[in-house]
């Protein structure tokens, strides 16, 4: 039987299942908010199998815990949680979408990003936590134009 996977807003009270799966793949958990406005979740039969976020700072946003479950990878999961975070950015008006990646630049450059000098954020998303401290200064940074 074949089930249908959604992509939903996240709500406050997924936070700790987000927690979870991000847990289970070493991706980091300590920066996340408590307060998921900005989070999307792919939920199979009521479980969530997917996830990702959009914090914001100004005008641009930062794409952030992009996670599907390994048996869910092959189904267009992913392309599905970052079009709903790309979608809240161009509803919010956002100039541009970064991203910080250690394993997955060739992913998102089909996705339309581009590799991005660092020294080029601007200084308000070079303050997030995610940039400051929560990944290391090898992962890549990239950047997509919404508007």
Do not use: W
Not at 6 to 27: C, M, R, T
Not at 41 to 69: K, P, W
Not at 87 to 100: D, N, P, T, W
Request: aromatic residues 6%; contains cysteine.
């Amino acid at each position: 039987m074949q089930t249908t996977i959604n992509i939903l807003p996240a709500a406050d009270a997924n936070g700790q299942a987000i927690k979870a799966l991000l847990q289970a793949e070493k991706l980091p958990v300590d920066d996340l908010p408590t307060a998921m406005d900005n989070f999307f979740i792919a939920v199979d039969g009521g479980i969530i199998i997917g996830t990702a976020g959009l914090e914001l700072y100004g005008q641009f946003g930062l794409l952030r815990s992009l996670v599907v479950s390994p048996a869910y990878r092959t189904k267009n999961i992913a392309a599905k949680l970052i079009e709903a975070v790309e979608h809240k950015a161009k509803v919010l008006q956002l100039e541009s979408v970064y991203l910080l990646t250690e394993t997955a630049k060739n992913y998102f450059e089909k996705k339309g990003y581009v590799t991005a000098p660092r020294a080029e954020m601007p200084e308000a998303v070079k303050q997030s936590s995610e940039f400051s401290h929560v990944c290391p200064v090898s992962a890549v940074v990239m950047k997509k134009q919404i508007l």
